[in-house]
T-cell receptor, first 114, second 107 residues
Framework: ETGVTQSPTHLIKTRGQQVTLRCSSQ?????VSWYQQALGQGPQFIFQYYREEENGRGNFPPRFSGLQFPNYSSELNVNALELDDSALYLCASTMTAGGGETQYFGPGTRLLVL | GQNIDQPTEMTATEGAIVQINCTYQTSGFNGLFWYQQHAGEAPTFLSYNVLDGLEEKGRFSSFLSRSKGYSYLLLKELQMKDSASYLCAVDNDKIIFGKGTRLHILP
C-alpha cells in the first residue's frame, strides 16, 4: 500500500466529453505528478504540482489541466476528449526522505474514450 | 532532447541473475528511479540513485554512473513473481520514463 488513492478506477467517455480524475495522497506529500501511460509504453509526464502551484509540464496540450488542494488531493481535468486519450492515468506523490526522493504511485484510472 | 533507452524484452531463468541496462541523455539530472510494474498495475518504487555506485536492497541492486549516463538494475535469485516490466526514469525536476523492459522468467 502506497497511501495514494485514485478514483474512479475505470471510466468510459465519448469523444468530445470532459473528464475529471482524482487523486489523494498522504499528508506531507507536497508534490503530486500526473502521468499518462498508453498500453505497452512507459508513463508520460503530464504535469507536476507543488504546494498547489503547477511547477512543471510535459508535452501535453492545454486541454489537460490540473488542480492541487491543501488537503493533499488533486485533480486532472481533460477537455474535448480524443480517442488517443484512452490510457491509464497515474498520479504519484513525492515525499523527500533522507536526501532521496521516494515517489509513490496510485493504482491508476483506466480511461477509455469511444 | 531527452532520451532514455532500455531493452524492450529480456528472458531469464528462475534462480538466475539478470541485469537490465538503461542509458539516458537528458538536459538535467537529479537522480534515477527504477520501478517494477506488473501487468495491469501501477508502478512500484524499487530504487532512487543520486550518487555514482551500487546500492543494494535485498535481491535487487541498482548502479549509476552519471558521467556515462548509465544505470543498471540487477536482480538476483530470480523468482517467478519477478516477471514484470522494469521502468527506468530520470528525475530532472520532472520524471521522464523509458518505455520499460519486459522481463520473462522461465521455470
Amino acid at each position: 500500500e502506497t497511501g495514494v488513492t485514485q478514483s474512479p478506477t475505470h471510466l468510459i467517455k465519448t469523444r468530445g466529453q470532459q473528464v475529471t480524475l482524482r487523486c489523494s495522497s498522504q499528508s506531507g506529500h507536497n508534490t503530486v505528478s500526473w502521468y499518462q501511460q498508453a498500453l505497452g509504453q512507459g508513463p508520460q509526464f503530464i504535469f507536476q504540482y507543488y504546494r498547489e502551484e503547477e511547477n512543471g509540464r510535459g508535452n501535453f496540450p492545454p486541454r489537460f489541466s490540473g488542480l492541487q488542494f491543501p488537503n493533499y488531493s488533486s485533480e486532472l481535468n481533460v477537455n474535448a476528449l480524443e480517442l488517443d486519450d484512452s490510457a491509464l492515468y497515474l498520479c504519484a506523490s513525492t515525499m523527500t526522505a533522507g536526501g532521496g526522493e521516494t515517489q509513490y504511485f496510485g493504482p491508476g484510472t483506466r480511461l477509455l474514450v469511444l | 532532447g531527452q532520451n532514455i533507452d532500455q531493452p524492450t524484452e529480456m528472458t531469464a531463468t528462475e534462480g538466475a541473475i539478470v541485469q537490465i541496462n538503461c542509458t539516458y541523455q537528458t538536459s538535467g539530472f537529479n537522480g534515477l528511479f527504477w520501478y517494477q510494474q506488473h501487468a495491469g498495475e501501477a508502478p512500484t518504487f524499487l530504487s532512487y540513485n543520486v550518487l555514482d555506485g551500487l546500492e543494494e536492497k535485498g535481491r535487487f541492486s541498482s548502479f549509476l554512473s552519471r558521467s556515462k549516463g548509465y544505470s543498471y538494475l540487477l536482480l538476483k535469485e530470480l523468482q517467478m513473481k519477478d516477471s514484470a516490466s522494469y521502468l527506468c526514469a530520470v528525475d530532472n525536476d520532472k520524471i521522464i520514463f523509458g518505455k520499460g523492459t519486459r522481463l520473462h522468467i522461465l521455470p
